[in-house]
T-cell receptor
Framework: AQSVTQLGSHVSVSEGALVLLRCNYS??????LFWYVQYPNQGLQLLLK??????LVKGINGFEAEFKKSETSFHLTKPSAHMSDAAEYFC???????????FGSGTKLNVKP | DVKVTQSSRYLVKRTGEKVFLECVQD?????MFWYRQDPGLGLRLIYF???????EKGDIPEGYSVSREKKERFSLILESASTNQTSMYLC??????????FGQGTRLTVV
């Protein structure tokens, strides 16, 4: 069975500070990994994904994530937070045929001026 | 741009009513999903469909059914709405490379 754990339901950073959102997964087979962002009253938007190849993945809006198989982690980072990054972020796992996605419970990012 | 459109942003229904939530995508994707989103629980899969008339149960299918008569349209049906089905419902359409496109959601309140 697959599961996704996001540590910290709320994270608060100052504008310009490093953003680190944690995601750990459990999977019986090598998974595909995703980060989605949800702005208020919106659907989810894909930030980045890892399927195969390079384990450091760059996404939109300056975000990146690194797949670490030994740690079963896929943490999301951004070197310098911007006010517009305030949103809820979801980590997701899927198997090779993409017919099921398992989402974490989400992390709300607050960016302080 | 890929577009996934959910027919209603907000709905208020009475207990026991039959409720239809409609979702339409315009990119010919085969895989479509219905999730419900509740605070602290993330997104939970209700049903998914990988082709016309094909459907599979997700993790929380009880009290729901789905219909996919045309490739672009995936409907979620609450057979007899109950207050514990008050939630945000999200429809998604997935490409063959796993990229998900989500609708804006339907916030359903059952009173």
């Amino acid at each position: 069975a697959q599961s996704v754990t996001q540590l910290g339901s709320h994270v608060s950073v100052s504008e310009g500070a490093l953003v680190l959102l944690r995601c750990n997964y459990s999977s019986s087979v090598p998974p595909y990994l995703f980060w989605y962002v949800q702005y208020p009253n919106q659907g989810l938007q894909l930030l980045l994904k890892y399927t195969t190849g390079a384990t450091l993945v760059k996404g939109i809006n300056g975000f990146e994530a690194e797949f670490k198989k030994s740690e079963t982690s896929f943490h999301l980072t951004k070197p310098s937070a911007h006010m517009s990054d305030a949103a809820e972020y979801f980590c997701a796992v899927s198997l090779y045929n993409f017919n099921k996605f398992y989402f974490g419970s989400g992390t709300k990012l607050n960016v302080k001026p | 741009d890929v577009k996934v459109t959910q027919s209603s942003r907000y709905l208020v229904k009475r207990t026991g009513e039959k409720v239809f939530l409609e979702c339409v995508q315009d990119m010919d994707h085969e895989n479509m999903f219905w999730y419900r989103q509740d605070p602290g629980l993330g997104l939970r899969l209700i049903y998914f469909s990988y082709d016309v008339k094909m459907k599979e149960k997700g993790d929380i299918p009880e009290g729901y059914s789905v219909s996919r008569e045309k490739k672009e349209r995936f409907s979620l049906i609450l057979e007899s709405a109950s207050t514990n089905q008050t939630s945000m419902y999200l429809c998604a359409s997935i490409t063959q490379s796993g990229i998900g496109f989500f609708g804006q959601g339907t916030r359903l309140t059952v009173v």
